[in-house]
């Protein structure tokens, strides 16, 4: 191997994870402020100036905004992918290559949305369980969601 493609090859890799990574959670003025208000918050629980509530807030929006950042991130990726895959079906489809079953499709479809549903609620009253402050875990997950 070249060092001309072994210089492309590491590229293309550091360029994917470069890409993943674009404008990442931590550089949001938001989750920013949340992590200074966490470190205030258990700086004056530590030292008995005031009871928890202001670092469980802050963790509680940090951790939302993680969520929602990689929720956003999660959803486009699974676009492109299935973009993709539709796009190979249909190719395959109109070269006659392959005879599918559509109704079988379907319900396979149908029933791995409602198993998807069920995952999510789940995951939900987890993280609601742990996150000690909804309001600010759901304004976290929804400006994480946001993060362009």
Do not use: C
Not at 82 to 93: E, M, N, Q, S
């Amino acid at each position: 191997m070249s060092q001309d493609e072994q210089d492309s090859t590491h590229h293309l890799a550091t360029g994917a994870i470069e890409t993943l990574f674009a404008d990442p959670p931590w550089n949001s003025t938001s989750f920013l402020g949340a992590g200074a208000t966490t470190l205030a918050g258990l700086g004056a629980w530590l030292n008995d100036i005031m009871s928890p509530a202001l670092a469980r807030g802050g963790a509680s929006f940090m951790g939302g905004f993680l969520i929602g950042w990689a929720i956003r991130r999660t959803i486009k990726l699974a676009a492109i992918v299935a973009g993709l895959l539709l796009t190979l079906l249909a190719a395959v489809k109109m070269s006659g290559i392959v005879d599918l079953d559509w109704t079988a499709i379907e319900a396979n479809i149908s029933h791995s949305v409602a198993w998807a549903q069920g995952k999510a609620e789940g995951f939900k009253e987890v993280l609601t369980g742990y996150l000690p402050s909804a309001g600010a875990g759901g304004a976290g997950t929804f400006l994480g969601f946001r993060k362009k």
